[in-house]
């Protein structure tokens, strides 16, 4: 999913059977956030500012790693 109009996300994918989030930011930079439940994915990719809902209710709440 691209998020055009964010200036803090590029774009997400979700895989619902691993609950793992990967987000490429703006900056290029990739990373995957585990144990993200589907609700969390829907709601980033409806809500009015991605990063901000990024930003409330995945970053700081899920273990991750930097993807290269």
Not at 2 to 14: E, G, K, L, N
Not at 16 to 34: E, Q
Not at 48 to 65: K, L, P, V
Request: proline share 4%.
């Amino acid at each position: 999913m691209d998020f055009p109009d964010s200036s803090v996300i590029r774009s997400a994918d979700y895989d619902p059977d691993a609950l793992t989030l990967d987000v490429t930011f703006a900056s290029g930079r990739m990373y995957t956030y585990f144990n993200v439940p589907e609700r969390k994915f829907d709601g980033l990719i409806t809500a009015s500012s991605a990063g901000e809902y990024f930003n409330q209710h995945i970053r700081d709440q899920h273990a991750f790693r930097e993807r290269s």
